[in-house]
């Protein structure tokens, strides 16, 4: 590898290399640029990552993404198989809302980390688009706004700020399509990140809340004073454990109530105001045990539509809209609760799901069953999600040991907590 002075005015100095066999040249204004290459390059030979720069400014994020969406056929980001349709559509929304109208037609090599935090900083997105009842194909390309919610009128192609979390999952998809670059050898770094490795420009997450846990007295009462047709959700959702887009896909195909035991095995998921069809969570169908109480509801609504969605707001229509669900139906409803002296905490639908879990635990139940129940790929993420709820049973666990211990002799209890 050597650098000469060649007779060009604007770039004299020239550095010349082979890799594999193959002779590779690059010119520059000054020496001490062609030396600072030249030294580069041999680090990276030596260490194995080296990289021709040219591919960095021939191929574009466009021709990333092509092997992008390859992969997501394939193996996945992740290697752990094809990637869900619901992740797929966001990957692919994101791209044609947000990246390669900006980013597109650039080179990989021409990105720098500054720039992508201006670019995620002042993301926007469009107050245009129409939302649409029913079921789309998980393949559907999907993009719709919101005008209503910010008092645009129909036709108003003005452009309103995005949100934190928008923000957020976009920057996300952004660093991974950037990651794929470097797998696919365009580049050795991730562009997207910066000298230390780290994305500073990425919106901080919310903090969590915590688990909101209702007794079988306040799941009752709730159940109770909800109006029809959303009384039955309640009480599956609180003793059955379903997620919300599980309850929503439901059919009375998926219920056996000779046996008491739904199949779980779709959820109706909610992208960008549009209902899609997608395996549950887990990716896995389960069986889930129907207590005796609500076999008598169930068989009512199964009568009433022996097909279609068992809980849409009205038989045949479409699925209902878990934030219409929380803000117009469930939250009055609490709100009215406890304006007549009801002791019952402010919560959302996926609290239904918490209370579930805490009342198994309550119930004797070993971490197994409720891990199975809850549809967690494994136990340990049930024990990881609720450990706050086994306090309890460590507690006995301890006294219980007290008690063998004294009884044989060992020490005497003079006092308990």
């Not at 910010?150 to 923000?167: C, K, V």
């Not at 920057?171 to 365009?186: D, E, I, N, Q, Y």
């Not at 539509?305 to 139906?329: A, E, H």
């Amino acid at each position: 590898m050597a650098v000469t002075k060649t007779s060009s005015k604007s770039k004299p100095w020239r550095v010349d290399y082979r890799v594999n066999g193959v002779r590779k040249r690059q010119s520059f204004a000054t020496k001490r640029q062609a030396e600072a290459f030249q030294r580069d390059q041999l680090t990276k030979r030596d260490a194995g990552t080296w990289v021709d720069p040219k591919t960095a400014e021939r191929t574009t994020v466009s021709d990333v993404w092509k092997d992008f969406q390859m992969l997501m056929r394939t193996s996945g980001p992740n290697g752990r198989g094809p990637t869900a349709d619901r992740a797929r559509i966001r990957y692919e929304r994101h791209w044609r809302a947000y990246i390669e109208p900006v980013w597109g037609s650039t080179p990989v090599g021409f990105i720098k980390h500054e720039d992508v935090s201006a670019w995620v900083a002042g993301m926007k997105r469009r107050s245009g688009g129409s939302k649409a009842d029913g079921f789309v194909d998980a393949g559907a390309h999907l993009i719709a706004g919101n005008k209503l919610k910010h008092g645009l009128a129909e036709d108003d192609e003005r452009t309103i700020p995005l949100g934190e979390s928008g923000r957020k999952s976009v920057a996300v998809t952004f660093k991974t399509l950037m990651k794929h670059a470097t797998r696919m050898g365009v580049v050795v770094n991730n562009p997207a990140l910066n000298s230390a490795g780290e994305s500073t420009y990425t919106p901080v997450a919310k903090v969590k809340k915590p688990h909101i846990y209702l007794t079988a007295d306040q799941l009752f009462t709730l159940h109770d004073a909800m109006p029809e047709p959303y009384r039955l959700g309640i009480l599956l959702s609180g003793l059955c454990g379903l997620r919300w887009g599980e309850m929503n896909g439901l059919r009375a195909s998926d219920v056996n109530l000779s046996e008491r035991i739904i199949t779980v095995q779709r959820s109706l998921s909610e992208l960008d105001g549009y209902h899609i069809e997608t395996p549950p969570k887990s990716g896995a169908t389960r069986r889930v045990p129907i207590p005796a109480v609500i076999v008598e509801d169930l068989r009512a609504v199964m009568k009433e539509r022996p097909s279609g969605l068992l809980f849409s707001f009205k038989k045949g229509g479409p699925p209902l809209r878990n934030n219409n669900y929380n803000t117009r139906t469930l939250r009055p409803t609490i709100q009215r609760l406890r304006a007549n002296g009801v002791d019952i905490p402010v919560m959302t639908f996926h609290d239904l799901r918490h209370t579930a879990v805490s009342l198994m635990i309550k119930s004797g139940a070993n971490i197994k069953v409720v891990q199975a129940i809850a549809g967690h790929a494994t136990a340990t993420m049930t024990l990881d999600t609720y450990a706050g709820l086994f306090m309890d049973d460590l507690m006995d666990s301890v006294g219980r040991l007290d008690n063998v211990l004294e009884s044989g002799g060992h020490f005497k209890v003079t006092s308990k907590a």
